[in-house]
């Protein structure tokens, strides 16, 4: 327990951004130092996530997860630094596999790794991974709170992506089983196709006058409408038969008994804008290739949150705990 060896951790910090690429680092992840200095600027956006769900792929997590959420409150991420916790007699390779992976995507993401706290202890029964991120915002804020009556309610790619290929990931026999190899081998990959990092929504919109963003990760769709509807002080009305949910998803869902629009939806943006707005949007997304659809609308001053669909109205659930645990508790020991 305790400190990394100098000489591991030197080699491990190889994989970190380096203050000899850029004149944005003055002082980096380095040996010795308690501490990153870098170039700022006038708005600066913070934001942190640890990455507890699954232990592989963690790389992709940690950079996505993170970033994600500095996109959705309009900014542009610029560093990251990670508390990297390690159980006892973790073998080096696997640190070295960890270190290249964050490195790597961070690098995918046009962001610097600059450094952070790395420490082997008990406390972990795995090896965990806490992020935080630091960005700039150029242009105007996008935050929850900013949804308006009259605003509509914008979707990108499909509910449950980010839990859906977890399940794939943590239970592969149950989830072959109901998949099939093939279908399976898909949904494993859209960790990275279409993904689960929202930077290219948030590039791609940057001259659209959003009213608010969210990233809906834990709780899922149905918790990011929540969070808007609340923080906003309005109600929504969800269009239900408008919420892509893909045919895996449904499958596992119903075989873990798991509502998709409660599920984990890391790679997802959701957003509001004034009708016009969103067509032009929706014109700019359909042209990267992102699918996306208006999912409702932004109801009056402390409206309820509801879904509906040709059954009827009902209000929209509220997930105090992801769909995914539910799943999870049938993990084979």
């Given at each position: 327990?305790?400190?990394?060896?100098?000489?591991?951790?030197?080699?491990?910090?190889?994989c970190?951004?380096?203050?000899e690429?850029t004149e944005?680092?003055i002082?980096?992840?380095?040996?010795?130092?308690?501490?990153a200095?870098?170039?700022?600027?006038?708005?600066?956006?913070?934001?942190?996530?640890?990455?507890?769900?699954?232990?592989?792929?963690?790389?992709?997590?940690?950079?996505?997860?993170?970033?994600?959420?500095?996109?959705?409150?309009?900014?542009?991420?610029?560093?990251?630094?990670?508390?990297?916790l390690?159980?006892?007699?973790?073998?080096?390779?696997?640190?070295?596999?960890?270190?290249?992976?964050?490195?790597?995507?961070?690098?995918?993401?046009g962001?610097?790794?600059?450094?952070?706290?790395?420490?082997?202890?008990?406390?972990?029964?795995?090896?965990?991974?806490?992020?935080?991120?630091?960005?700039?915002?150029?242009?105007?804020?996008?935050?929850?709170?900013?949804?308006?009556?009259?605003?509509?309610?914008?979707?990108?790619?499909?509910?449950?992506?980010?839990?859906t290929?977890?399940?794939?990931?943590?239970?592969?026999?149950?989830?072959?089983?109901?998949?099939?190899?093939?279908?399976?081998?898909?949904v494993?990959?859209?960790i990275?196709?279409?993904?689960?990092?929202?930077?290219?929504?948030?590039?791609t919109?940057?001259?659209?006058?959003?009213?608010?963003?969210?990233?809906?990760?834990?709780?899922?769709?149905?918790?990011?409408?929540?969070e808007?509807?609340?923080?906003?002080?309005t109600?929504?009305?969800?269009?239900?038969?408008?919420?892509?949910?893909?045919?895996?998803?449904?499958?596992?869902?119903k075989?873990?008994?798991?509502?998709?629009?409660?599920?984990?939806?890391?790679?997802?943006?959701?957003?509001?804008?004034?009708?016009?707005?969103?067509?032009?949007?929706?014109?700019?997304?359909?042209?990267?290739?992102?699918?996306?659809?208006?999912?409702?609308?932004?109801?009056?001053?402390?409206k309820?949150?509801?879904?509906?669909?040709?059954?009827?109205?009902?209000?929209?659930?509220?997930?105090?705990?992801d769909?995914?645990?539910?799943?999870?508790r049938?993990?084979?020991?």
């Amino acid at each position: 327990e305790g400190k990394i060896p100098e000489g591991i951790l030197q080699d491990l910090l190889a994989c970190t951004a380096n203050k000899e690429d850029t004149e944005d680092i003055i002082i980096g992840a380095e040996t010795g130092e308690d501490a990153a200095v870098v170039k700022g600027n006038k708005r600066i956006i913070i934001s942190a996530d640890p990455i507890t769900f699954t232990g592989e792929n963690i790389g992709i997590y940690t950079v996505a997860v993170n970033c994600n959420d500095i996109v959705a409150m309009g900014g542009i991420p610029k560093y990251l630094t990670t508390t990297i916790l390690i159980p006892p007699n973790t073998h080096k390779d696997k640190l070295q596999s960890v270190f290249k992976e964050i490195g790597y995507y961070a690098k995918e993401a046009g962001i610097l790794w600059i450094g952070g706290h790395t420490e082997v202890t008990d406390a972990a029964a795995r090896l965990i991974v806490s992020g935080q991120v630091v960005g700039f915002l150029t242009g105007r804020l996008t935050p929850s709170s900013g949804a308006k009556p009259g605003d509509v309610i914008i979707m990108t790619k499909w509910a449950g992506l980010e839990g859906t290929t977890t399940l794939a990931r943590e239970m592969p026999e149950i989830t072959k089983k109901i998949l099939g190899d093939e279908a399976h081998s898909e949904v494993l990959n859209w960790i990275t196709d279409p993904g689960i990092s929202i930077l290219t929504e948030g590039k791609t919109l940057r001259e659209i006058n959003i009213s608010a963003a969210h990233d809906p990760t834990e709780g899922g769709i149905a918790t990011g409408i929540h969070e808007i509807a609340l923080r906003s002080g309005t109600g929504a009305t969800i269009y239900k038969d408008s919420v892509f949910i893909r045919e895996e998803t449904k499958a596992l869902a119903k075989e873990f008994n798991i509502d998709p629009l409660g599920l984990l939806s890391s790679g997802v943006f959701i957003f509001t804008a004034q009708p016009e707005e969103a067509e032009k949007a929706l014109s700019l997304l359909k042209d990267k290739g992102i699918d996306t659809s208006v999912i409702g609308k932004i109801t009056g001053k402390n409206k309820e949150v509801l879904i509906t669909s040709k059954e009827g109205t009902v209000k929209l659930p509220v997930f105090t705990a992801d769909e995914i645990i539910k799943a999870l508790r049938k993990k084979p020991e």
